[in-house]
């Protein structure tokens, strides 16, 4: 119920309250007075009868003129209390009547002169109004119905209440006009209000009332004002928050007092798998112990700090930070999987290095020194010389492979594009491998469609890439046959090499294309092999843009192949 509505209906149950009040009021004093003047009356109507009762005989057509004339119940009564007259009975009726001696008027009209009484008439049936004055002859008592008094008292309330309903009428029609005075500019003030509750801070009350409502508007007018500056602060202040907190590469968690996750950033959902919008239950976070302690510990007043932990294969470093006033808690989470790995990667580059360097430096060195010391038969001298030149080409090789792949890896090479004929650049890689294949018994073939002729790359790349495929696909292959082929795929041409050698067990099938990793180690440097020689496949590869891929049976062969996509004008 609206504002009006209430003070018209508040007013309508005051103005009603009233006017059935004063009804009552009025009502019950008209009633005394109207009693109490026709008491009086009766009082001085009976002195009258009294005073013409002068004779016995003749009662009771005295009480029947006497009636008449006053329009009033005349009774006389002798002092035994014997009916002689009564207007409203014939004479022959009188004798039926009860004795009156008992009466309560006539018995204090002859104990005081006058007597009064208010009850039912046991001869009319009626409730009536007695008045009864002392005679010289006995009592002369005048009584009236008090359904006469009790119609002008109806009478007298209806009136008063027409009148009360004509007033209520003007009053609440004026309450009306006051309610909307009152009203409309505290509804206002409320929708107002409200809109500034919901967020619109551009409202603002339009009305200039004298007083307290004046006051009103004024102060939400200014308080609109306060809350849209300082709401435009914290909005900035927050967004500025929020893109520092998402530009970081820490992960970041903001948890309430009460467990409930407030704020990720996208770094942290990226390492923590979380794809839920905030906020949400701590427990939902992940299921890591460490993790889950160490957030329990912050909320509880308990700081950690730098702690590893892994989650997802990644390994993390972990701080807690509990707010200040136990209003909850921050995590912090550090991506070292790349450190880690990095790590990793030079420990074992510098193992890896180190061991394909001792074996040809162990070599040369010991044939060195046995050229030194002693002097061998020329036929001895020439094989250990060969030894040592085969020794330090391989160095060389391995120097060389190594400076190729640092200078691809820095960014130092950019692949300089061109059309490169590949039935040429695959006809000089299968005369390059040809040699070394006719000694162990292996067939070199070249297959090149006519769709296929010709791709947009780095010329020096591609015949890397051949070189280093094919070389690879002949040191492994003890018999069979190797092919060097090209195809047009839909989205660019494939070059690669296919052999029938002895196969990449699975599990190794995914890290040939790493540094120094062999299947074989063994057998890889007895083939001459430095392990570098797919890592700069791939690197040469992908910086055109490609990829590259191996598929393996063991047993029956391998095939290596670099995806090179059409160049994009």
């Known amino acids: 119920m609206r504002l009006a509505q209430r003070l018209l209906v508040g007013s309508l149950v005051v103005i009603g309250v009233l006017v059935l009040f004063m009804v009552a009021l009025a009502s019950e004093r008209l009633r005394t007075r109207l009693y109490t003047q026709t008491t009086d009356e009766l009082e001085r109507e009976a002195r009258v009868v009294a005073a013409r009762w002068t004779m016995r005989s003749g009662a009771d057509a005295l009480a029947d003129s006497l009636g008449a004339i006053l329009g009033h119940r005349v ?83 209806r009136q008063v209440l ?10 609440l029609l004026l309450a009306w006009l006051f309610s909307r005075s009152v009203s409309r500019p505290v509804t206002e003030l409320s929708a107002v209000a409200r809109a500034i509750a919901g967020g619109d801070l551009m409202r603002r009350p339009s009305l200039a009332a004298p007083g307290e409502i004046g006051d009103l508007a004024e102060a939400l007018h200014r308080m609109a004002e306060q809350l849209a500056a300082r709401l435009e602060a914290l909005e900035r202040n927050d967004a500025l928050m929020t893109a520092l907190v ?85 995590l912090a989470l550090l991506d070292l999987t790349t450190l880690r790995r990095l790590e990793t990667v030079r420990r074992d580059f510098v ?33 250990f010389i060969q ?3 085969t020794n330090a080409q391989r160095m060389q090789r391995l120097v060389d492979d190594l400076l190729d792949l640092s200078r691809i890896e820095s960014g130092g090479w950019r692949p300089r594009v061109a059309a490169v004929n590949l039935r040429a650049a695959i006809a000089d890689t299968v005369a390059a491998v040809a040699g070394a294949a006719r000694a162990n018994g292996i067939e070199v073939e070249a297959m090149v469609p006519d769709d296929a002729a010709t791709i947009d790359a780095d010329p020096l790349a ?20 190797v092919t060097v082929f090209a195809r047009r795929e839909r989205d660019g041409v494939t070059i690669g090499v296919t052999d029938t050698g002895v196969g990449i067990p699975p599990e190794h099938l995914s890290r040939i294309f790493e540094r120094f990793y062999r299947v074989d ?49």
């Open 521 to 569: 180690p063994g057998r890889s440097r007895d083939a001459g092999g430095t392990g570098l020689g797919l890592a700069i496949v791939k690197h040469l590869v992908e910086s055109h843009g490609g990829r590259v891929a191996a598929t393996s049976v063991v047993g029956q062969g391998t095939t290596v192949t670099a995806i090179f996509p059409d160049a994009r004008g």
């Open 75 to 157: 009774t006389l009564v002798d002092s035994t209390g014997q009916v002689l007259g009564d207007s409203d009975f014939p004479e022959s009726d009188l004798g039926r009547l009860e004795n009156h001696s008992t009466r309560p008027e006539i018995v204090d009209a002859r104990r005081s002169g006058v007597g009064r009484s208010q009850r039912a008439s046991p001869s009319r049936g009626d409730d009536e109004l007695y008045v009864a004055v002392r005679a010289p002859l006995g009592t002369a008592r005048v009584a009236v119905g008090t359904a006469t008094v009790g119609r002008i008292v109806a009478d007298a309330r």
């Open 246 to 330: 998402d530009s970081l590469n820490e992960g970041v968690l903001a948890a309430d007092a009460r467990g409930t996750v407030v704020r990720v950033n996208a770094s942290a959902r990226q390492l923590l798998a979380i794809d839920r919008p905030t906020p949400f239950a701590a427990e939902l976070v992940t299921r890591d112990r460490t993790l889950r302690d160490a957030l329990a510990g912050a909320l509880a007043g308990e700081a950690t700090d730098g702690v590893e932990l892994s989650i997802g294969g990644r390994t993390l470093l972990l701080t807690a930070r509990p707010l200040p006033g136990g209003g909850g808690a921050v």
């Open 462 to 481: 591609v015949r890397q890439v051949l070189a280093n495929l094919a070389e690879n696909a002949v040191r492994y292959t003890t018999a069979g046959r």
């Open 351 to 383: 193992a890896n290095v180190s061991h394909e360097l001792k074996t040809p430096l162990t070599i040369i060195g010991g044939f060195a020194e046995t050229l030194d010391d002693d002097d061998p038969p020329p036929e001895k001298r020439r094989q």
């Open 387 to 389: 030894a040592i030149r």
């Open 162 to 171: 027409v009148a009360g309903a004509a007033a209520t009428v003007a009053a």
